[in-house]
């Protein structure tokens, strides 16, 4: 291990810039693909919802493999670095053919979207995703900067998020239409060409200069290390949270304006007021997370999120302004929680030194992704079935009563379940507490090593 490298502000924003590479094109895929196959291109939901399960199952096990890749593998620049450079351009192609379905029987369509969804989200989202992610360990052994950097990136997520929900509509029905799908071929392609930038910059740029040197013998030492790491699996579970609540904001969050309020128009302003409060929020979170409990920080947010959602689910339908006004309050909320979980991750590496013996990075990163995307898969799969069950017919002009209502419930009280299960996982963590201890006797370890 090196001494802890200060890491100035220019590059922790440059760092963070690498969020709008990948989320530009994430973005268009994680809120709009349920409804190109459903809705552009016509394909059943409770067969795509499948689809996405299992695909979620393989996507799950390729975030293990990444790991234990990135942390034992080094090439010319360090760990993480050459999978920027080499990775970036495939991920591009990937997402595009994503949106390339075939006009053929039901068989082909289903055989070509379980392929080029794994090809973008099982194999080049998730090795440069996840390469990106362990980036900050690799730059600096600082917990500060790395914390800084981490809050930095989800910053940079939250303004890309705003900006691509309020534009890939627009930008759609310039290249051709909604409905129409070379229109959203175009949109991919254009949308991923923009996110090279950042990410060779980042490559470019940034300098690796940690070295770890109590690396797992092989990937089943590093998985068993990473399950005996009880506040890991914490921040798991404070994860898994966060992204189902994403996907509630950017993808199920369609069916509800479109047809519980009637106007998939206000999706950009919906989403802009999810994510705008957590933009201000995360731009002074760098300067201040020295001085607060992120676990505290994270269960205000939470108990926010919560408040908002109950107000939300006692709201008529129609009323635009307490959607929008429920949806800040949720949106501040999200912000500690999201804006946090990461960082509290990366903590996680340093507990479980101390507690095991081992050091994973990359692996502690990836098995978290595991979970949080076998979770994404389960409501993915669950929504398309669910779907299905109250009669959803995503090319019908106007959908049955009970798909309405049953859109409303499923929007409406499934979040309130996910904002307790944060709640009860954050009162359990106490790793701020312990963490001055464990890293003044994690460095009396290493003096002793290095001298002996």
Not at 302 to 323: E, K, R, T, W, Y
Not at 379 to 388: I, K, P, Q, Y
Request: with cysteine; glycine share 10%.
């Amino acid at each position: 291990m090196s001494d802890k490298k200060k890491v100035g502000l220019f590059e922790k924003l440059l760092y963070g810039s690498g969020d709008f590479g990948l989320n530009v094109m994430y973005t268009l895929f994680g809120s709009y693909v349920l409804y190109f196959y459903t809705d552009v291109i016509g394909m059943n939901a409770a067969i795509i919802g499948s689809v996405i399960l299992l695909s979620k199952m393989f996507d799950g096990v390729s975030d293990l493999f990444a790991g234990h890749w990135v942390d034992t593998h080094k090439g010319r620049g360090g760990h993480c670095i050459p999978v920027l450079m080499k990775w970036s351009i495939p991920l591009v192609i990937t997402s595009v053919l994503v949106f390339l379905v075939p006009d053929s029987s039901v068989a082909v369509r289903v055989l070509f979207v379980f392929v080029t969804y794994n090809l973008f989200n099982t194999i080049t989202y998730t090795v440069v995703g996840l390469a990106h992610t362990t980036l900050p360990s690799y730059v600096t052994d600082d917990p500060v900067a790395r914390s800084q950097m981490m809050i930095y990136k989800m910053l940079f997520a939250a303004i890309t998020q705003t900006i691509m929900a309020n534009i890939i509509l627009p930008m759609v029905n310039f290249f051709g239409g909604e409905k129409t799908q070379m229109a959203w071929v175009k949109t991919s392609l254009l949308l991923g060409a923009l996110g090279l930038i950042p990410l060779f910059l980042n490559a470019f740029v940034l300098k690796e200069t940690v070295e770890n040197d109590t690396l797992p013998e092989n990937l089943l030492q590093g998985i068993k290390a990473a399950f005996k790491n009880k506040y890991w699996l914490m921040t798991v579970g404070i994860q898994l949270g966060c992204s189902i609540q994403m996907m509630f904001n950017l993808s199920i969050s369609v069916y509800y304006l479109s047809n519980v309020v009637g106007n998939m128009g206000l999706m950009g302003i919906f989403v802009a007021f999810c994510n705008l409060p957590g933009i201000a929020i995360m731009i002074g979170l760098p300067m201040v997370i020295h001085k607060f409990s992120k676990r505290n920080l994270c269960i205000f947010g939470v108990s926010l999120c919560l408040i908002g959602q109950i107000i939300f689910c006692f709201a008529p339908v129609d009323n635009i302004p307490v959607l929008m006004g429920t949806a800040l309050i949720r949106g501040i909320g999200f912000s500690f929680t999201m804006g946090l979980v990461n960082a509290m991750t990366a903590d996680t590496i340093e507990y479980g030194e101390w507690k095991n013996g081992v050091r994973v990075q990359g692996v502690l990163f990836s098995a978290k992704g595991i979970c949080d995307k076998l979770g994404q898969g389960l409501l993915t799969s669950a929504f398309g079935f669910f779907l299905t069950s109250i009669g959803y017919d995503g090319l019908a002009e106007v959908q049955k009563a009970s798909a309405v209502s049953g859109i409303e419930i499923f929007f409406k009280y499934v979040p309130i379940v996910i904002f307790v299960m944060q709640l009860l996982m954050l009162v359990a963590y106490r790793l701020d507490k312990e963490f001055p201890t464990i890293v003044k006797e994690l460095e009396e370890r290493r003096t002793a090593h290095q001298e002996g």
